[in-house]
């Protein structure tokens, strides 16, 4: 049972930047794929980002060209670094991973294939 723990969110204004970053107590090398989803009120949950052990990336359209995922393996950090943030982007943002012993061969994660997740941290951005 891996362990994730969330932080970096706020409160920001839109236009402005926020880091968030997730700290798993295991090897996050030897995952799958990690990930980032959020949830707002009234929306469908959403995987923004995406990062395959490999270190190919995957990104929601709403968010492609202003969110970076990035990871650390030696930390077992995992970031999201979010730039030009609009208020739509408001919502509680979860760390996810994809521990699962085996994936299939032309993998490429979805918000089903993520099996732990943090607590997650809270986004806001104002107009």
């Known amino acids: 049972q891996v362990q994730l723990v969330e932080s970096g969110g706020g409160l920001v204004q839109a236009g402005e930047s926020l880091r968030l970053s997730c700290a798993a107590s295991?090897?996050?090398?030897?995952?799958?794929?990690m990930g980032w989803y959020r949830q707002a009120p009234g929306k469908r949950r959403e995987l923004v980002a995406s990062?395959?052990?490999?270190?190919?990336?995957n990104y929601a359209d709403s968010v492609e060209g202003r969110f970076t995922i990035s990871r650390d393996n030696v930390k077992n950090m995992v970031y999201l670094e979010m730039n030009t943030l609009k208020p739509g982007d408001t919502a509680l943002y979860y760390c996810?991973?994809?521990?699962?012993?085996?994936?299939?061969?032309?993998?490429?994660?979805?918000?089903?294939?993520?099996?732990?997740w943090g607590q997650g941290t809270q986004v806001t951005v104002s107009s």
């Open positions: 996810a991973a994809d521990t699962r012993p085996s994936v299939p061969l032309r993998y490429n994660p979805t918000l089903s294939d993520f099996d732990s």
């Open positions: 295991g090897s996050i090398f030897s995952f799958n794929a």
């Open positions: 990062i395959r052990s490999g270190g190919s990336t």
